[in-house]
């Protein structure tokens, strides 16, 4: 059981393999063959999850997606988390594509285009003050990546949350 992350999956599937000696044959050679498949494919996936886990990459992944959360709204470029992160930008890219499924610059993007709908929705900053907050000298250029990530640009985005909090007597729900 060594190298795998929860052993009693594959001892309840061993005990089962063995309980199917006290069947009769008919039933037991079928059942038997089964849970050997399923014992094998059970240590096969439960390994590969386990070494994956715990290999060094996942764990700098891992490292470099909290630095980047916890430090993202003063973050402008890869290079600059990447520092942060004390690895190579190409050595990030590769961790964040391989352990993430998306880049670093992608989730980089992502999380501060949630903080700027923060500060658009709860702080009643305007576009103009929310690009700066974010480091965008052009709020055109900040409205276009707004709209990539959200959908919409940030003004039909405050107007569609504006809209959903009111009824059509301006009353909140």
């Known amino acids: 059981y060594k190298g795998v992350d929860r052993p009693e999956r594959i001892r309840q599937l061993f005990d089962q393999l063995v309980d199917c000696a006290d069947l009769p044959l008919e039933t037991a ?86 903080h700027a709908a923060d500060l658009l929705l709860r702080h009643s900053t305007n576009v103009q ?15 276009r990546v707004f709209k990539r990530v959200h959908g919409l640009s940030p003004r039909a985005f405050l107007k569609s949350h504006s809209d959903s909090r009111w009824g059509r007597s301006g009353q909140t729900f």
């Open 29 to 114: 050679r079928p059942l038997a063959l089964h849970l050997a498949e399923l014992l094998l494919m059970r240590v096969s996936v439960d390994s590969r999850v386990d070494m994956t886990i715990r290999s060094q990459g996942y764990q700098s992944f891992l490292r470099a997606r909290y630095l980047i959360s916890k430090h993202h709204t003063s973050l402008t470029k890869i290079e600059e988390a990447a520092i942060l992160c004390g690895l190579s930008p190409a050595y990030l890219s590769r961790l964040f594509n391989r352990f993430g499924g998306e880049g670093p610059l992608k989730f980089l993007t992502r999380l501060r285009m949630q």
């Open 129 to 143: 003050e929310t690009a700066r907050a974010l480091g965008f000298t052009d709020p055109f250029h900040f409205s």
